[in-house]
């Protein structure tokens, strides 16, 4: 069943206070770097104008060539708050700081043997192509961050939890398609421990509908936010954009349907500037929850 935004969706004017801690991420840490480049960066380096790879040896020299032109740091938050917690590896450096200085309440794990993880996002005109180093990202010790005392009790405090990685999940399970409708579906199939509650599929797919399971073999679509070529100024971080509208309103307990309206709204702004940025007040009119704990 297709549904498009703003279809019977009552309006809320109530002021939401959150618990601090409501909301529980892990993942992998990484500060975008985002510089206006030329052709000849791209080919110096075997880049594409559109694209997103890993950083292999040959881009070593990319992450401080870079920095001769005009960069800027983009992290997902404008404003620090408690209602979210984050965990994470990142290394003992100048961009470790500056993602503890922007990140949300980040609990690092911080090492010595790996720098932090940045993604460098080069821009030739409306294309963007990005090259991962994940670095320290890809060391994050449970046993010495995560099962720490005073760690665990901010993960026992959480009504919501987001981990990234699906694909690597699908691989590990042994889903053996690519179909990503077919791969909700077997995920609605995995065992669960709470059967208190259904399970919540959400798969985004860019400019396409996004598709969502919860519970049974039924699954819905919703219709993204139209923008037109013309404004769209850069699309890095608007699936990161979309899980953070969506999940600020799962963790007020709203309907799934208001969740996925509050995903595209949050993808369509930030796609319209560059970064993962959001005006102070959004015009979202029905995200209006008080972070200011």
Not at 275 to 286: A, N, R, S, Y
């Amino acid at each position: 069943m297709a549904r498009t935004e703003g279809e019977n969706t009552p309006e809320r004017k109530t002021l939401t206070k959150l618990s601090p801690n409501s909301l529980f991420g892990m993942g992998k840490p990484l500060l975008d770097i985002s510089a206006v480049v030329d052709q000849d960066f791209l080919e110096k380096y075997g880049l594409k104008a559109n694209d997103q790879i890993l950083a292999e040896d040959k881009h070593k020299a990319l992450f401080e060539e870079i920095f001769t032109f005009t960069v800027e740091y983009h992290w997902m938050i404008q404003e620090p708050h408690k209602v979210y917690t984050f965990f994470g590896c990142i290394g003992k450096d100048q961009f470790g700081e500056i993602l503890k200085q922007k990140a949300v309440d980040a609990h690092y794990y911080e090492q010595t043997e790996e720098p932090t993880g940045t993604c460098a996002v080069c821009i030739t005109g409306d294309n963007r192509s990005m090259v991962a180093n994940l670095a320290a990202a890809n060391y994050y010790k449970k046993d010495e961050h995560l099962d720490l005392k005073e760690n665990w009790k901010l993960v026992e405090k959480a009504k919501v939890f987001y981990i990234t990685e699906a694909a690597t999940f699908s691989k590990e399970q042994g889903f053996e398609t690519e179909d990503i409708k077919e791969f909700a579906k077997k995920a609605q199939t995995l065992r669960r421990v709470n059967k208190k509650r259904p399970r919540i599929v959400v798969f985004t797919q860019g400019k396409d509908e996004t598709i969502m399971t919860k519970g049974g073999d039924k699954l819905e679509t919703f219709k993204v936010l139209q923008t037109e070529q013309k404004d769209i100024v850069d699309t890095n971080g608007a699936g990161d954009a979309f899980v953070g509208g969506f999940l600020s309103e799962l963790v007020q307990d709203k309907t799934l349907e208001q969740c996925v309206k509050a995903g595209h709204y949050a993808a369509n702004v930030t796609i319209r500037q560059t970064g993962c940025t959001f005006p102070h007040k959004p015009d979202f009119p029905l995200m209006t929850f008080n972070l200011n704990l």
